[in-house]
């Protein structure tokens, strides 16, 4: 499925396309001598609202000088995060749907071919939390006696994998589709990434580490070459119970005109012990969807249709809600509530929780008629924060076939350890 572009990220590349950097020997004045040397401007995004000029065309050095407030000299690393992942996908609207079965046999990520078939000309999609794709149109002007002379542009992809068993990120950056117009040479074109830490309310920690390194020459990227980098977080970095350690991200290209910012993201690694003894890394800026619930399974389709009803039809639930209330169940995308993860053996107010919720689910299931072979089922989750225990009144419980609940149940903790959900990780629930 094609994820929404983060509006965020595009408002950043609208304002980086109309803009580029002084190049890195002085700028000369028309009329002088040395407005004959021949320059590059910094790289800049191309798209059909912001083209490169037309070679013949007059440079205009003081709109550069302006816009110069757009570029560095240097790569600089994006600022401290103070808000988890899940959060910033939320608030902007990013998410994805999963199932345990698919976050597993993704969690190799996403290759170059994969992120151009499904990005042809520009765009960005976290596929899961293991598989991330970014896609943009990039290039940079020559210039010589206040004229651009030639124009370089091509496709820019970095496709992202997460890692399970190891606090790795790893990142490939590949070039194509090149066109060279007038004079052009070769010369200094480089991929390089820089990170940025966290500091909140849970906890904080210092920028993650980047290694790795790519060809730096536009031949060497014309001839196929590709940039390999990886982020890490070692253990003794995270923060809390589960060791996390929350990272942006941002990456940049440098030509002989300066430096340029074209992607900005967010990464995750943790060593929690109820996921896997050895940690993982994640592409955490979205919002995962549990697809794990179909209304004909024969494996959980009595379960399903309980929660689809509960999503859908709240008023046709069972408890029904108190004189003058409304129920209102969270868990859907429509609902733009999620559910948050409760781990029962987090701590003591976890536990408490839990069993709150268990409690509240017997007591109310106990008024209720059912079969041999029936159990009760509740939603949302006992395994979650706004469970019946929440005391709100915003859930239902309704007898199903018991096999199809424990069923379920099964499916519910395989996703929960195949995507990475932490606690109180935030999630939707969609039925199919």
Known sequence: ?????????????????????????????????????????????????????????????????RSAQWRDSVPQPPATLHEHGDVTAQRLGVTYTSTAHGASALAAGADLATCRRLLPTSGEQILNHYAYCRVTPLGYSV??????????????????????????????????????????????????????????????????????????????????????????????DGYGQDKVARCAIRSSVTNSGGTGAFLDNGVRFDSAKYLGIKGAGIFDRVMPTMGEYGVRSTRNGAVARHIQLAQTNPAATYPPAPAGHTKSIPGSVASGRPLHRLVSTWDATATTEYNKNRSKVQSTCAHL????????????????????????????????????NGNAGTDLNNWYLADRILHKD???????
């Not at 499925?1 to 509006?7: A, C, E, G, L, V």
């Not at 909140?200 to 196929?224: H, M, R």
């Not at 029936?374 to 924060?385: I, Q, R, V």
Request: hydrophobic share 35%; charged share 15%; aromatic share 8%.
């Open 369 to 404: 008629p059912h079969k041999a072979g029936e159990e009760c089922d509740e939603y949302p989750f006992a395994s979650s924060w706004e469970g019946a225990g929440k005391g709100d009144g915003n859930f239902s419980v309704k007898y199903v076939d018991g096999t199809q």
């Open 426 to 432: 935030a999630f939707y629930v969609v039925i199919h």
């Open 143 to 236: 210039v010589s006696g206040g004229k651009v002379i030639g124009t370089v542009s091509w496709r820019n992809t970095t496709a992202g994998d997460g890692t399970k068993g190891s606090r790795v990120i790893r990142l490939v950056t590949g070039m194509d589709r090149f066109r060279r117009v007038g004079v052009t040479t070769d010369g200094l074109l480089s991929i390089g990434w820089t990170t940025g830490g966290y500091r909140g309310p849970d906890g904080s920690n210092k920028a993650c580490g980047v290694f790795g390194s790519g060809p730096n020459l536009l031949s060497e990227w014309q001839a196929g070459g590709t940039a390999i980098h990886t982020i890490a977080s070692p253990v003794s």
């Open 1 to 65: 499925m094609h994820w929404p572009t983060r509006r965020a990220l595009t408002a950043a590349l609208v304002g980086a396309a109309c803009t580029v950097l002084p190049a890195t020997s002085a700028v000369a004045q028309p009329g002088t001598a040395a407005n004959t040397a021949v320059t590059t401007t910094s790289v800049q995004v191309v798209d059909a609202a912001h083209p490169l000029p037309a070679v013949g065309s007059r440079w205009d050095a003081g709109a550069q000088h």
